[in-house]
């Protein structure tokens, strides 16, 4: 365990944090009693009041506090590949990256596809401690694209699952996708979907396009993601249920999601922090850390992304955190696997690449990165939620970000137990100072300080 962890009290104690800009906006003191927010005062006008007698004090002063993170799209790889990640080590990585929630996909090994299992991961990361974790279903029996998983079951189960995913794999077929839609109405779940055409992606590398044409790897062409998702908006329409499409990565991917909201469709879209600063571009250096599905796209889409995240067409962002261990990446690149670690570096993405461009407000990022992902996945109410606002009487799931330090990324000081860091070795802006779930510190960058009775 973290020893940060104990330098605060439980959820039970009291905390007071001082003078944190409220989503970057006005700087307010925040006291949490037993894990809930209390009250939001003046900067220095809580401290010296009788209900905050005796508590620990955190100095937030330059810090901007967001309601803790919430990721919908993270491969926690346990059970089965407890050599990429463990739910212990992702989740003090989410917790390290500021997140108070993530949902864990289904591609485990055994699948996620039976109430034993996403009741095991459950119980996994309720011992862990680090964030809540929220299974995801799998849509099809072992993610094979043919039978359907036990939904019901899942939903009814400890778990309550609300996602369902065989990502990965994309549910390919029509009719085991209409079902899939047709049989989560019943308790507001959602598909979330995995874009890829299979047959025009057979052997696919990279994205196809003139870079790969130039150093001959095999392409994978945007319209095998835009394909699967116009149909699948189409069947969202026609059942008359919600969809989720997983990492969103081209310009027309863009253009279809936009068109089906103009026309009402209840859909909902995620790009990841690779798709929003990487392009294919870096596939000349042949170094599989780049290799990844769906596969890094053009300049012009990545333009298209943050455009369409700016303007909500894009609901989230969501890491698609992805650990392989080294022998897996440490290879030549068709050999490699796809995927690339996320979850620590995903607000520093987001405030480079969105922030400080002007392009979005702190607001705008708690919408995105907890707000919208928490409804997405239906944990926004009850005792527990997440992703609510920064106000009295809500679970104090607070995140203190310091936009003005930069750390240089090196794996090796990481949390999550891989390596496959796509951002190695460069320098970005902002460093989470500390994540509260339901007022525990489990990140805790400064010592706290106790107002003593009576001071
Ligand atoms: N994104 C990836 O490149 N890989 C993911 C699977 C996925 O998200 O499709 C993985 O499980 O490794
Ligand atoms: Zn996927
Ligand atoms: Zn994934």
Known sequence: MNPNQQALPDGTGLLLIEGASLLGEQERDILV?????AEIGEPGSLRNTPDAQGAYVVDARGLIALPGLVDLH????????????TVESGTRAAAA???????AMANTSPVQDTAGVVEQVLRLGEKAGW???VPIGAVSVRLEGEQLAELGAMADSAARVRVFSDDGKCVWDPVLMRRALEYVKAFDGVIAQHAQEPRLTENAQMNEGIVSAEIGLAGWPAVAEEAII???VLLAEHVGSRLHVCHLSTAGSVEIIRWAKSRGINVTAEVTPHHLLLTDDLARTYDPIYKVNPPLRTAADVEAVREGLADGTIDIVATDHAPHPREDKDCEWAAAAFGMTGLETVLSVVQQTMVDTGRMTWGDVARVLSAAPA???RIDEGPRAQGRPLAAGEPANITLVDPKATRE???????TASENSPLRGRELPGVVRATFLRGRATILDAAPVRIEAGA
């Open 131 to 133: 964030v809540d974790v």
């Open 97 to 103: 990256g500021g997140f108070t929630a993530v949902h």
């Open 74 to 85: 993270t491969h926690l790889r346990e059970p089965g590949r407890e050599d990429a990640e």
């Open 375 to 377: 409804r997405i996945g």
């Open 409 to 415: 990324v090196r794996p090796a000081d990481q949390q």
């Open 33 to 37: 009693r037993g894990g809930v927010i």
């Open 230 to 232: 116009a149909r699948d």
